[in-house]
């Protein structure tokens, strides 16, 4: 097999490479790395639509950096066990051909280590140096002409030595083996590991931001939740990375069974990207990580996985992921009551609070409150989502509040187990004491019991509250909340109600992507910080993060918030803190997909 890569004039530069698994299948490829300068986050991962030359058919190549850590399969394997013949079929891209780039591994943790490893030595010879101007100038015995050291000094050096290590974190550990990679570790140092890979697909998909309407897009959803549930069903396969730029259309040819012998295009969802999947033991409480960072886009993974780190991810964190995935395609393509998307992105899905210990940060407060306590709002005012009349979409709004409740009983369940462990410890280590009534006098008795109101004992949560949860850690649940919200059709009684959901091309409730191509969160954050360093203030990007901009003040110099008019977008941008995010989108064209990866 022989495949040509297309590049867009802008990266074409002459580059090509093979690997030594795709050569055996006569694969070779001619990309780009003009635009390497621009991949400095993620993991370098680049898409080409390809010719494969033999079977004279576009195909897609992927060029990607793999995790590269013992018991970690590359996406192909993944893609080759999902595509076996099976009770019910699995819609994932369909192999073509897969391999590494020769051995080409990142050096980064080795080099990482180099650097840690000299400052340890000199962190070492400071403290010797230090503590051995202190000691008193003792000569050695006259019993040992030979030594050059008291016990005394030899105690020192011990103590030194062990000082040293205790103040230098460990380095990680990157014995690299060159076919299975190293061993993970979660050391408070550790770099990511990574080898170069190739695959090639079959299919050319479109991205999510082409559908034209609320339906479509939830039917689109449902299909890749269906595909996650016959992988985890039939393979115990968990695809550990839904995000929005992981689920894409499939346009496929299918016959019309109103017209004999008529065709048409039928779109269908597809679940892809399994390079970070993972096969899970049927007892779950014998899973472990494999990678010492987390694991996903950090826009799309879900509270508890963030806050619980390394715990391994489970169904419910995938199921919560799709939910993010509905709600960030929602506010991009539909109507709703959302004044900004710019700013609902940055608060809901990019930003994040700082946290101690080794978790580091947790989800941004909107999107720990919707998942946790239910509360579907943004600045105060709830989410609503509208048809093209300017009714309220019922179905979609409701849909989104019936998902909600599964979690919020979920985090019910989570929050109380956590407490009864801290309850536990609390009884086993603290000492019973007497009550203390000294140095108080006593208040006035009370006339009535009715009026007596003793603390209260927590009590858990209720049987409806844990069935609810227990029912994430399969896809039923949320899978008939979909399909009854789309059909009407309840799935437990049989009873039919009336959707309202759009019906043709007049009735589309899509609109152009209000997404800007250009949005970037940190040009907001530093756009806070600035106007918050010329008010006094400390800013919130440092909460991020990223290094204040302060910048002193003149006598002529002015703060303010809304720059002059500008006829020049570059001028703009330089002129208002807020420039390079809140544009004017074009309504005439259609934005593109976001995939981002943590």
Known sequence: MCVTSFVSPSSQGGHATSSKSAKKNGLSSSGSLSSFL?????????????????????????????????????????????????????????????????????????????IHEKKRAAI?????????????????????????????????????????????????????DEHTGPVATHDSFSFRCHKHYRLVVMDVCLPFTEV????????????????????????????????????IIRPQLKEDPERRGWFKVEWVGILTDWELAKVVPEDSQKQVTRQP????????????????????????????????????????????????????VIDYFDGYNPAAGKVGRTCSETKTNAIRFGTFNHKGVPIRFYLKDGTLHEDLNGLFYSWLEYFQARYTVLDWTRDEKLRAKQQ??????????????????????????????PLGPSDKTRNLAQLLDIHDAVMNVVYEALSGVDTYTGNERLVHWPDGPDEDDGVPDLFPESYDPRSYLLAVDRISAASGGSGSAAIYGIPPLKRIRTQGS??????????????????????????????SRKGKGRSSRS
Not at 91 to 103: N, R, S
Not at 430 to 457: E, I, M, Q, Y
Not at 572 to 587: C, N, R, Y
Request: charged share 20%; net charge neutral; glycine share 6%.
């Open 558 to 587: 002015s703060s303010h918030t809304a720059p002059p008019a500008s006829s020049s977008g570059q001028d703009l941008a330089d002129e208002d803190p807020f420039g390079q995010i809140m544009l004017v989108k074009d309504e």
């Open 38 to 114: 621009h991949l400095c986050f993620g993991r370098g991962t680049r898409g080409y639509i390809a010719l494969d030359v033999k079977a004279r058919r576009f195909v897609f190549l992927k060029d990607s950096w793999r995790p590269f850590y013992f018991g970690v399969e590359p996406e192909g394997y993944y893609l080759t066990l999902l595509s076996l013949d099976g009770p019910e079929s699995i819609d994932v891209p369909k192999l073509v051909a897969h391999g590494d780039v020769g051995d080409q591994v990142t050096f980064a943790a080795l080099y990482a280590r180099h």
């Open 428 to 457: 086993t280590q603290s000492v019973l004491r007497k009550p203390r009534k000294g140095g108080l006098d006593p208040p006035p008795r009370l006339s009535a019991p009715a009026a007596h109101n003793p603390r209260p004992v």
């Open 293 to 344: 960072e987390r694991t996903g886009t950090w826009q799309f993974m879900s509270v508890a996985y963030v806050e619980n780190h390394p715990t391994p991810v489970t169904v419910a964190d995938e199921l919560e992921s799709f939910f993010h995935v509905i709600l960030f395609y929602a506010v991009r393509l539909l109507r709703h009551n959302i004044p900004s998307v710019n700013f609902f």
């Open 212 to 247: 034209t309407s609320s339906y479509q897009l939830l039917q689109m959803i449902y299909h890749c939740i269906t595909t996650h549930h016959r992988a985890y069903k039939y393979h115990r396969v968990l695809h550990r990375d839904v995000s929005a730029g992981n689920v």
């Open 124 to 176: 070492r010879k400071q403290t010797e140096a230090a503590s051995n101007a202190n000691l008193p100038n003792v000569a050695p015995p006259l019993d040992h002409p030979g030594s050059s050291q008291t016990a005394g000094q030899k105690r020192s050096r011990e103590h030194i030595e062990a000082e040293t290590a205790d103040a230098a974190p460990a380095a990680a550990s990157v014995d690299v």
